[in-house]
């Protein structure tokens, strides 16, 4: 079976590691992943804060792209996309009104029969099972994992995890060898899309994520979102500003993480990209 | 439902938020989850918990200042309050209902500015090319705050790790994004 791979924009840029990850560890394990041809951007929070059809249409036609490929199953490894991807799936089989309205919009048939998988639903379903015996450099790290906010809220429409103290992310880098800490901020919000605009409340609020890893002992900070990504490692400087010391915790894609695990190559798997230095 | 019955009817604001973001206003008991739980509560002009109470009145002056608040923009829409209100409230939704109207209104907040200058450079890109073009991003954003020094070290940084692409990709079917802004587009009626 062919998975089917929506890389989103941030993939194709800033985050270009994340995607470099993802097809690495899926080629380590045999997984054909094909690209959605055509896609577009799934709209972000920029669609939803200022046009509600608008950000259903743009998720809708890369989900009818993906249906007219063939494609039954796809992975969304940024978890904003997913998100937007999994609500606007699930409106529109909420309301057959709207759902005809977007297909009208959109000029494009939509059925909603693809099943979404966010990254650590993807690594369960094809890797985990695998992983024994293929971990040759265990990840041995103390390690927080950082959900954020949009791989597991709303539970009521994702339905993954738990939204308090999520626990998948922490199974996954056990397995890879790692020890996942116990700490305070797994589910709390980067600041995300504010980054540009209001970058000093990014600064506060990745400043008390990072913080909080610090104090309690972690070396590394694993995450499966771009936003959170590119808010941790991109924003550390006034991160540090904000914590008022300089801390070089490094922040990894679970999928780097997993890969260096199971001994794939750093440059492979895109560890240089990064602007708090990899050391591990 | 039927205990809901009891509250006074719903304003004009109160039914298309129920209409449009299942959202009941008369429905929150006031415990302040939202607020507490609410990252940049203490940024905003009114926290959640209040920009509910200031709904729930029906006074029409109260709901005015809700559209005209910087609270409904600085939302990051994270979703903690709706994790975690005991009453199922779909705040992120409503706030998002509440920008739609402040913006066709014209009662967007001064300072929230540069948040919808960035929300909009992000369209355009979009609009244009089908996918985010981050450059284009950077020097629209700029052009419409004149924070031309903002940010300055950081492409340069993001350049030399591979992070930006020169040049914008541009998807095949650009013709079929442009006709989903346009018929989308709140000044277009069909």
């Known amino acids: 079976m062919t998975l089917g791979f929506y890389p989103g924009c941030s993939l194709k840029g800033s985050s270009r590691e994340y995607a470099e990850s993802v097809l690495a560890v899926a ?3 045999d997984i054909a992943i094909e690209e959605i041809q055509d ?20 998720p809708a036609r890369i989900l009818s792209l993906a249906e007219k490929q063939g494609l039954s199953e796809i992975v969304v490894p940024c978890a904003a996309c997913y998100s937007r991807l999994t609500v606007t799936q699930h409106e529109l089989a909420a309301d057959q009104t709207l759902k005809a309205r977007i297909s009208e ?29 293929k971990v040759v450099k265990p990840f041995n790290k103390k390690v927080a994992c950082y959900y954020g906010c949009l791989l597991v809220r709303p539970h009521e429409i994702l339905k993954f995890d738990r939204e308090e103290d999520p626990q998948s992310m922490d199974e996954l880098m056990l397995k890879a060898g790692a020890t996942p800490i116990d700490w305070a901020f797994k589910t709390e919000c980067c600041g995300a899309g504010l980054s540009v605009s209001r970058t000093h409340s990014v600064g506060k609020l990745s400043g008390l994520i990072v913080g909080d890893a610090k104090d309690r002992g972690a070396e590394a900070i694993i995450v499966a979102c771009p936003m959170c990504h590119s808010n941790l490692d991109m924003r550390r400087k006034e991160i540090n500003e904000y914590l008022g010391e300089k801390v070089d915790i490094p922040v990894l894609y679970v999928t780097q993480a997993l890969g260096l695990a199971i001994g794939l190559d750093k440059k492979e798997l895109g560890l240089n990209r990064h602007f708090v230095k990899v050391t591990v | ?50 920009v509910m109470r200031m709904l729930q009145t029906g ?45 066709l209104e014209k009662k967007v907040n001064r300072k929230a500015k540069e948040i919808i200058a960035f929300h909009k450079s992000f369209l355009d890109s979009i609009r244009y090319t089908g996918r985010l073009y981050e450059i284009g991003l950077f020097v629209d954003y700029k052009a419409r705050t004149l924070k031309i020094l903002d940010d300055m070290a950081l492409a340069p940084a993001m350049l030399k790790r591979g992070k930006l692409n020169i040049f914008p990709e541009m998807i095949k079917d650009r013709s079929g994004i442009a006709s989903i802004f346009r018929k989308t587009s709140k000044k277009h009626k069909d």
């Not at chain 1, 059925?111 to 639903?121: A, E, Y």
């Not at chain 2, 008991?29 to 940049?40: H, S, V, W």
């Not at chain 2, 705040?91 to 913006?103: E, F, G």
């Open chain 2, 59 to 103: 006074n029409p002056a109260l709901e005015e200042k809700v559209l005209r608040s910087f609270t409904i923009w600085v939302c990051l829409t994270c979703e903690m309050c709706f994790a975690r209100c005991p009453m199922s409230i779909d705040i992120p939704k409503m706030m998002d209902q509440l920008r739609q109207k402040a913006l």
């Open chain 2, 1 to 50: 439902m039927s205990s809901d019955n009891h509250h006074s009817a719903l304003t004009e604001l109160g039914t298309e938020l129920l209409e449009q973001s299942d959202v009941k206003v008369t429905r929150c008991y006031q415990c302040g989850k939202c607020t507490a739980g609410c990252p940049l509560a203490l940024e905003m002009d009114y926290p959640p918990s209040m």
């Open chain 1, 105 to 133: 919009v959109n000029g494009m048939e939509y059925k909603g029969s693809v099943t979404i998988l966010n990254i650590i639903q993807m690594l369960d379903k094809y890797i985990t099972p695998r992983l024994e015996g």
């Open chain 1, 27 to 29: 080629k380590a394990f």
């Open chain 1, 39 to 58: 896609w577009n951007c799934c709209g972000a929070t920029a669609a939803h804060n200022m046009n509600r059809e608008l950000s259903l249409a743009l």
